[in-house]
């Protein structure tokens, strides 16, 4: 053997490749790798439970003072924005979700059933029902620089829901109510439907040839992201555990006014406006002065009230006609919206028990002066209205820039 006097010898002789060593990839991970990785355990937590963990054990403890953290550091909270599907960052201390406006309700205007049940949320078997993971999965994140505008405009939203200057309405009925330009609120998260590519398709079903909609949208949710999911896939979701956002009283009004006045010979009658008084023998009713049924009928008002005294909406009593107003091209149910907005502090509340001994609560009547409503109905179909408010201290109108 031959004797070896370097170090580089030794290698240079090493024909079997013993020596030969490959550098290993380093499994170290970033200090983001390993945020993400511990905010992840928090996503699965919560979509195999439905819920945020609480401190009812130690995991969910460990869980819950994780997310508490999280949500009070701005740069992690930046840094896990796109991986935030379920809106779980969202602080209240700088921004006010759905969820707060509703448990910020200190007249307890929105404590109903129906508003609550935004945050029930149902347990759904992951197997068997795609739509939900699908829903989540075709969300992507978007660049600061273009979700600025939206960002603004979902301010607004929750300034108004805040000054119930709009509300929530359990979503129903997609073929009317989704529509682009409308805000939902979906699992407690806002969105925008700024597009809905709509393509007409008829299928065959056991009952026969049905038109049916569908095509790809483009969503904006208030916690950054995007999606395109189907109309179809979105109007099933809303119909299970979504809400609809309102118009606000202007848009409301101006949508019933556009065509009332302009007449052709292609207008409609479309009903009557009314005002009936309840000849109801109940002390607690006919004692009550000045009041009034406010409503709306597609057939002659005679027609409409002959059997006043059967149904609880005339309180269970005849009634008799103080005025009607004929209209063309108007609503009913927008009119009806308008008109139970505007006299809503004066609404009669009183429960009425029906023929069938069910308890009822007419919401068309309302406790002021006659004058004042032949006003108000001027006003509405002039489309005036929108300019005023009624102060029940005065009875009176009063304008709304006073």
Known sequence: MDNKKTLEDVFKDDEFGILDSKPKNSNVKTEDDRLIESFQEINTFFEKNQREPEATNVTEFKLLSRLKALRKDVKKIETLKSYDPHNLLSTKEE????????????????????????FKLKNVPSSKDRADSDFVAQRKAMKNKDFIPYESMFKEIHKQLRERKISLKRFRNPEKNLIPGNYYVLDGILLFLEEANIERDNIMLPSGDRLRKDGRTRIIFENGTMSNMLYRSLGKQLLANGHLVTKTEVETAKELFDNVHSLNEEDLETGWIYILKSNSTNKEIASINDLYKIGYSTVPVPERIKNASKESTYLMADVGIIASYKTYNLNAQKFEHLIHRFFAEVCLNIDINDELGRRITPREWFVVPLPVIDEVIHLILSGEIVDYKYDKNIEALISKNN
């Open 95 to 118: 921004v006010k979700s759905v969820a707060d406006i509703l448990s910020d309700d200190d007249l307890g205007i929105l404590d109903t059933e129906e508003a609550l049940s935004i």
